[in-house]
């Protein structure tokens, strides 16, 4: 699976967009990208993941850029419950591959 | 539906020991897989078993095994217990397998001493 790089942290405040960036300029063809977040001592939760199109579902939007070697998680209010890790994640599917978590970004809502 | 399940939360072991650690899936999920978090070293896979079978596996010595039963539960068992296993361990199922969603459950804390 194709690695993926992430700042370490950032931060928004609170009812606005974040916008979290993740690079994968190794990506292949075949490999979708995930997003999973994990909150302070609870388990990974899955957010979205994509191809190549732009996606979007009840919690975030996707941006993958054309050439798909980076994509953007969007959080489009984030509130004070959003402060997590996000773990940007390259995989092929449909392969058995397993999810591979790098250190991911730490963001932080502020009120 | 009532999301995965792992028991238990807390668990203390002394070096040498070993330990059992269980895992019920989402109903209707046949693969659930394991994984290792340790602040050093992240989120780690450890296997993957559908329908009974393990069918994915990281790269963890032999003391780490684990076996799924009928009903998809899933048992994770890591025998003469070091310091450096002191981790927290989750536990994740999905519908088809690792290419789908997961699900995590919470995880269970597990602290060597």
């Known amino acids: 699976d194709a690695k993926t790089t992430q700042p370490p942290s950032m931060d928004c405040a609170e009812g606005r967009a974040a916008n979290l960036p993740c690079n994968h300029s190794?990506?292949?063809?075949?490999?979708?990208v995930y997003w999973y977040r994990q909150i302070h001592s609870q388990g990974p939760q899955y957010i979205i993941h994509?191809?190549?199109n732009n996606e979007t579902n009840e919690m975030a939007s996707l941006i993958i850029t054309e050439d798909r070697k980076s994509s953007t998680l969007i959080l489009p209010h984030a509130t004070l419950r959003d402060t997590a890790v996000y773990y940007c994640i390259v995989r092929v599917v449909g392969a058995n591959s397993k999810l591979t978590f790098g250190k991911g970004i730490t963001l932080s809502v502020r009120p | 539906k009532a999301g995965v399940t792992q028991t238990p939360r807390y668990l203390i072991k002394t070096r040498g020991q070993q330990v059992t650690l269980s895992c019920s899936p989402i109903s209707g999920h046949r693969s659930v897989s394991w994984y290792q978090q340790t602040p050093g070293q992240g989120l780690q896979f450890l296997f993957e078993y559908f329908s009974e079978t393990q069918r994915n596996k990281g790269n963890f010595p032999g003391r780490f095994s684990g076996r799924q039963f009928s009903n998809s539960r899933s048992e994770m068992n890591v025998s003469t217990l070091e310091l450096g296993d002191s981790a927290l361990y989750l536990c994740?199922?999905?519908?088809?397998?690792?290419?789908?969603?997961?699900?995590f459950g919470p995880g269970t804390r597990l602290t060597v001493t």
């Open positions: 994740a199922s999905s519908l088809g397998g690792l290419e789908n969603e997961q699900y």
């Open positions: 190794t990506i292949s063809g075949n490999e979708y």
């Open positions: 994509g191809l190549k």
